[in-house]
């Protein structure tokens, strides 16, 4: 049989059904499936097995469609194989292209270009990555795997056999690569919960979660608001959601009842009340009107321009207590630094750990993205000493280009970074790693409540000079009150007292 139609056929037109079949599932599953309550937030965790189930019976049809017919060549299964061990020979060599994520991007773009010119024009006009590509095409290459065995053992050939182990190989590796590029490894934790707000997991935080991991109040708050209409709108930052949506269930009367009849309508908003986006794009949207109360850390200059733009003066009034701490890989042999130390890492003057009693290895210090808490309160700690270009990698978008994203800590030798102490130890954000004394005091909420911590900060509530809503003033009262404190203190930072 002549191979350019054994080729067509059997590979080229193969691929157009079964890709056609994925793109067409990514297009209007996610739609469907957001109607889904328990799905919500989850919906490409179900997509991708479901487009990998309906590749592979595809596959598997087309060839035994052929069988049927007595139209299935011997060479066909053979010829898928080898193209299929080329191909994967070839992305694992891109994948393992390292240190240049732009080379790498183009590389990947270029090597699908025939015969997968389809998908990767479909996907370029939906605006997905690069990696949405590569990741649906693995599972039709793993569909490939198991019908070119299934071919192989009918013709009781091995050569399939073995190119399919061989291209089982590569998609490993190729998976190992992929998943250690620098836009996934540097990434910090990706934003997977809260419709890509948060990296945490909240259902157990929610006001409606039974059972809640929300502290509560053994009594009835003295202050309660029963009419929704008459309920602060709250958010803030990924680290006090567990604060304020405590708060909320112990005023706002059948809260946990409003929010859950909403929550199907959660496709881009966290709540109605209670809502959750983040530090920067809280502060927008309490300067704009959208929010009446902001919890997080002190605002940036940024954050406190873009109010001022909109005729708003921010007022931030402190509800709690928090350490901003450092923290490296648990085994560096470095459990403590000076102030000034930091200042000199991050300033650029320090680059190796044997000039802060460590062993002679290069640091890697960690920033975080421009206008977070965690940066602003870096830069106000460092004062007048500037900081040093934080470490980036080369992040690329279909629509937007290359863009230059600031790396987030990744847990490797040398590195060190910096957070809110609750992030650590109540969020359980980083994983293997510990917080650094600083100038010999050891942040616990004892060194946090009597300030002998000197990175101590303020957990602050922010809300609009002038405010005219009473309740939002009387929240803030409870806030600072027994009960409010007791939450605050209760849900893992240190009360004002």
Known sequence: MDYTVLFLKNYVL???????????????????????????????????????????????LWYRRQQRKGTLSRQAPVLNAVMLAVYLTVVTAVLLIKDGSAVYALAAAAVPAFPFALESLLYSLMGKEMGHLIKNAALLYAAYLISLHYAGRKFKDRRPVLLTFLSACMILISFHSYSNRPEKRYAGHGFKYMNGFSSTDFSDYYVY????????LDHEASFRISDPDDMPVLDGAEACYPVYAAAAKAVYENIAEIEKDASGSYRYDNGVIVTFTNTVRAVQRLADGEVDMVFGARTSEDQRGYASEKGVALKETPIGREAFVFFTEEDNPVDGLTSQQIRSIYHGDITNWKDAGGKNQKIAAFQRPENSGSQTMMKYFMGDVSLKEPITYEYVSSMEGVLEKTAEYHNEAGA??????????????????????VDGVFPTAETISDGSYPLTTNLYCITREGETDLNVQKMLEFL???????LIEATGYAPLN
């Not at 600072?480 to 007791?486: A, H, P, T, V, W």
């Open 416 to 437: 060190i970074g910096y957070t809110f102490r609750y992030f650590l130890t109540g969020l359980h954000q980083e994983k293997n790693v510990k917080i650094l004394s």
């Open 209 to 216: 979660s039974e059972p809640s991991k929300l502290a509560a």
């Open 480 to 486: 600072l009150s027994d009960d409010g404190q007791y």
């Open 14 to 60: 193969l691929y157009i059904i079964a890709a056609a079949a994925g793109i067409v599932m990514l297009m209007f599953l996610p739609g469907l499936l957001g109607y889904i309550p328990f799905l919500n937030g989850y919906e490409f965790d179900v997509i991708y097995p479901l487009i990998f189930i309906v590749q592979v019976l595809l596959v598997i």
